[in-house]
C-alpha cells in the first residue's frame, strides 16, 4: 500500500502511459514550463523533454485540432483542455472530427485520442468555470466518455484510454486533488467499459461518478453505523454506460438513488434512471430518485457554493426516507 | 309476488349465513312474523317479513352464505298462490350479481417488486397495510402478510368483538365528537319511583334505567336534530329508536333497540327491557331491533363509576352517557345538601349540531328528570 493524492495518481498514470510507448505526447496550456495549472505535469517536462510535454497556445480548437491530427497520423497524443469549462471552444473538434471520423471514412480512419480535462465543483471559481458537463460528452456517439472518481482510476484510466483506437474523454476533478487514499501498489489495470462496485450492501444502491464517489463512500459509511447496508456503483464509464451492472444492483437492492453534481435535467442521473425503469421496473420497491447540482449558475461565496451541490449529508437523509 | 331479499343487518354486514328457515313453502305469514335465522358478524338475528302473503319456494339452503340482496323467496298474494305462480327462480349467482355494487377501481399505491410478489403467491393488495413513503405497499409489508397464518374461524364473539372494533374504528375515524356534560339531582325521580313500586307487583317494578329511557326518548321530541342519521347529511328521524347498549359477557356489545320509546309508558319500557336484555345476551335479536336506531344510550348503573363518554355508532349521531347514581353534596339555594346524582354525558357528531344543540338536549333530559310524573 502507498498513500498518495490525487494528483500524484494522475502524474504516475501519466508517466506511466509516457514511457509505454515513444508515441505518446501530451500537448496542452501550460502542461510544460509551469507544470500543469493543477501541477498534474510538474517535473514530466525535464522527465521527457519538450517534443513529449507540449506547451501550446491559447487556442483549445486549435490544439485539439492538431491532437486529432497526430492522432490520424500514427500517434497517440494525449491533449489536456486546463479545465472543462474551456472544452466548449474545442467542441467542434471532439464533436465532428474525433466523434466522426471513423464513420466519415468509413471505418478507414480512427482517431486514438485522448483529451483529458479537469472538471468539477468546489473551489470557489464561479459560474463560468464550475461546469459538469459530463452529460454533454456522454450524449455523443464516437466518444468514450470515463470519469475517475477514485485515485485508482485516476492512476490507471490514462493507459487504459491510450490502449483504446478511439477517442476517449477522461474526466478528472479539480477539487480532488489534494485529497489523499492509499492505493495498492501494483494496482491492476482498469477495464474502461465496466463500472465497479465501490461498496457492496443490500438496501439501497446509490449510483454515481466521479466526484459522487467519495461523498456516497462516506455517506454509505454514515448509513452503516445507523445499520444500514448502502451499495456504492461507481459508473466510472459515462459513455457507453454498463447497464448490466446498474440492473445486477437494483435487482439486489431493490432501491436506486442516483447521486451527481451535474445539473439534472438531461444528465447522466436522467438516464440511469431510464434505464432501470426500461430493464428492472418490476425489481423496484421503491421509485428512483435523484441527488444533483442545483439547477443554477454556480455561486461564488463558499456557503452558497456548498449550497448548490450535493453534500454527503443530503445523501444519508434521502437515504433514511427511501429505507422509510 | 313480493321478492324477499338478504337483508342488510347494519351498514357494515356484506353477507349473512341462512341457519334456518322458521317457514315452509305455503305457509301464510303476516307482516313482523320472524321467517329465518341469519348468522352475521353480530350473532343470530331473526329476521321479519314486512308484508303479508304466503311464502313461495325457498331459493337458499340452509347454512349458505349470501351477500346482502339475494333473493331468498316470494311473498305471494292469496291469488297467486292459489293460481300456482312459481317465481321465476333466480340463482344465487345472479342475484348477488344484480345487486352487488360496481367494483370500485381504487388504485393501490404498491412497488413494481410488492405487485409482482403478490401476484405470484396470490396475495390481494387491497388487504396490505403499506408503510413506504406515501404509504405505498414494499416488498417488507407483502411478505410480513404472506408470514401470518390464515386466521382460523372465528366464533360468534370474536366476531362481535370484530364488529365493534370495526364500527368504532369508522366511528373515531370519520366522526368529529363533541362532548358535554351535566350533573342531575336523581332525588325527585328516585322518590317518585319508589312510591310508584310500592303499587306495584315485585315483577312490575321500575328501575331507575326506564326513567331514563324515558327522559331521553321525550328529549329527543324536543331536540330532533340529535334523533338524527348522518347519510351524506343530517337527516332527522321520524321515530325515535333508542339502542340500549348491553354488555355481553363473553365481551363485546349488543344494542338492541326499543323502538318507538317516546311513545311507550314507563311500564312498556320496563317490559321491553326485560325482554331485549336476555335476547340480547343471548345474540337472539330481530333485524328490527338492530337497524333502525337513531339514538344510543349507554348505561353503566348501580355502583358504577361516575360518567362514560360514549363513541358514537354510525350512522347515528350522537350517543347518551349515563353515570352511575351516587350520593354527593348538592349546592342549592345558598344551602349544602348530601343528593342522589348522576352525571349524564353527551358525545355528538359535529357535523350535523353544535354544542348548542347538545345544550339544549341536556337540559331537556334534566328538566325531564325533575318532573318523574309525567314520564
Known amino acids: 500500500m502507498t498513500r498518495l493524492t490525487y494528483r500524484e495518481a494522475l502524474k504516475q498514470g501519466l508517466r506511466e502511459a509516457l514511457q509505454s510507448s515513444d508515441k505518446v505526447f501530451l500537448l496542452g496550456e501550460d502542461v510544460g514550463r509551469y507544470g500543469g495549472s493543477f501541477a498534474v505535469s510538474k517535473g514530466l517536462l525535464q522527465e521527457f523533454g519538450p517534443d513529449r510535454i507540449m506547451d501550446v497556445p491559447l487556442s483549445e480548437s486549435g490544439f485539439t485540432g492538431a491532437g486529432i491530427g497526430a492522432a490520424l497520423g500514427g500517434m497517440r497524443p494525449i491533449v489536456e483542455i486546463m479545465t472543462v469549462n474551456f472544452s466548449l471552444l474545442a467542441m467542434d473538434q471532439i464533436v465532428n472530427n474525433a466523434a466522426t471520423l471513423l464513420h466519415m471514412s468509413g471505418g478507414q480512419l480512427n482517431v486514438p485520442l485522448v483529451i483529458r480535462m479537469s472538471c468539477g465543483i468546489g473551489r470557489q471559481l464561479a459560474a463560468q468555470h464550475s461546469h459538469s458537463w459530463e452529460p454533454l460528452f456522454a450524449h455523443i456517439p464516437g466518444l468514450k466518455v470515463v470519469s475517475a472518481g477514485t485515485h485508482e482510476d485516476a492512476r490507471k484510466m490514462i493507459m487504459a484510454a491510450l490502449l483504446d483506437p478511439n477517442p476517449v474523454i477522461l474526466f478528472e476533478y479539480t477539487a480532488m486533488m489534494n485529497l489523499e487514499a492509499d492505493m495498492e501498489d501494483p494496482l491492476p489495470a482498469v477495464d474502461l467499459s465496466k463500472a465497479k462496485l465501490r461498496k457492496s450492501g443490500k438496501d439501497l444502491s446509490l449510483i454515481t461518478y466521479g466526484s459522487g464517489v467519495y461523498k456516497c463512500l462516506h455517506a454509505a459509511g454514515e448509513l452503516a453505523k445507523e445499520g444500514m447496508e448502502v451499495e456504492v456503483l461507481d459508473l466510472r464509464s459515462l459513455r457507453p454506460i454498463d447497464t448490466e451492472a446498474i440492473v445486477a444492483s437494483v435487482r439486489k437492492t431493490h432501491r436506486a438513488l442516483m447521486v451527481d453534481d451535474a445539473w439534472q435535467s438531461v444528465s447522466i442521473s436522467s438516464e440511469v434512471s431510464a434505464r432501470i425503469m426500461e430493464n428492472c421496473f418490476y425489481e423496484l420497491d421503491a421509485p428512483v430518485q435523484r441527488l444533483n447540482g442545483l439547477e443554477v449558475p454556480m455561486p461564488y461565496p463558499k456557503h452558497l457554493e456548498d449550497a448548490a451541490i450535493v453534500q454527503p449529508s443530503q445523501i444519508v437523509n434521502k437515504v433514511r426516507q427511501m429505507l422509510g | ?375
Open chain 2, 1 to 375: 309476488m313480493i321478492p324477499y331479499q338478504m337483508p342488510s343487518l347494519g351498514a357494515d354486514m356484506e353477507s349473512g349465513f341462512l341457519r334456518e328457515w322458521k317457514v315452509k313453502p305455503g305457509d301464510t305469514v303476516k307482516r313482523g312474523d320472524i321467517i329465518a335465522e341469519v348468522e352475521t358478524q353480530k350473532g343470530i338475528i331473526d329476521i321479519e317479513v314486512f308484508d303479508d302473503g304466503i311464502i313461495g319456494e325457498l331459493l337458499i339452503k340452509v347454512d349458505d352464505k349470501v351477500p346482502v340482496g339475494t333473493l331468498m323467496t316470494h311473498i305471494l298474494t292469496k291469488d297467486e298462490a292459489a293460481a300456482g305462480i312459481k317465481p321465476e327462480k333466480l340463482t344465487v349467482q345472479q342475484a348477488a350479481t344484480a345487486v352487488s355494487p360496481p367494483p370500485v377501481q381504487r388504485h393501490i399505491k404498491a412497488s413494481p417488486l410488492a405487485r409482482k410478489i403478490a401476484e405470484e403467491k396470490g396475495i390481494d393488495l387491497a388487504s396490505v397495510k403499506g408503510t413506504g413513503p406515501d404509504g405505498a405497499i414494499t416488498r417488507e409489508d407483502v411478505e410480513r402478510t404472506t408470514q401470518k397464518t390464515v386466521p382460523a374461524e372465528r366464533s360468534v364473539s370474536e366476531n362481535v368483538r370484530m364488529a365493534v372494533a370495526a364500527a368504532m374504528s369508522k366511528s373515531n375515524r370519520e366522526i368529529p365528537h363533541y362532548y358535554l356534560d351535566t350533573t342531575v339531582d336523581m332525588t325527585k325521580s328516585l322518590t317518585w319511583m319508589a312510591e310508584a313500586n310500592k303499587k306495584l307487583p315485585l315483577q312490575e317494578r321500575l328501575l331507575p334505567v326506564v326513567l331514563i329511557l324515558k327522559a331521553a326518548a321525550l328529549a329527543c321530541r324536543e331536540v330532533p336534530d340529535l334523533n338524527a342519521w348522518w347519510e351524506n347529511g343530517p337527516v332527522k328521524k321520524d321515530h325515535v329508536n333508542i339502542g340500549f347498549v348491553v354488555s355481553l359477557r363473553s365481551g363485546g356489545l349488543m344494542v338492541p333497540s326499543i323502538n318507538d320509546a317516546d311513545q311507550k309508558s314507563l311500564a312498556q319500557l320496563m317490559v321491553a327491557l326485560n325482554d331485549v336484555i336476555p335476547r340480547a345476551r343471548a345474540m337472539k335479536l330481530k333485524s328490527s331491533e338492530l337497524v333502525q336506531t337513531t339514538l344510543t344510550v349507554t348505561s353503566l348503573g348501580e355502583g358504577a363509576v361516575e360518567s362514560v363518554y360514549g363513541v358514537i355508532y354510525p350512522p347515528q349521531v350522537a350517543i347518551l352517557g349515563f353515570g352511575g347514581i351516587h350520593e354527593a353534596p348538592w349546592a342549592e339555594n345558598g344551602m349544602l345538601d348530601v343528593r342522589k346524582v348522576m352525571t349524564i354525558t353527551l358525545a355528538a357528531d359535529h357535523r350535523a349540531t353544535d354544542g348548542q344543540t347538545g345544550n339544549r338536549f341536556l337540559l331537556a333530559i334534566n328538566k325531564n328528570l325533575q318532573q318523574p310524573e309525567k314520564l
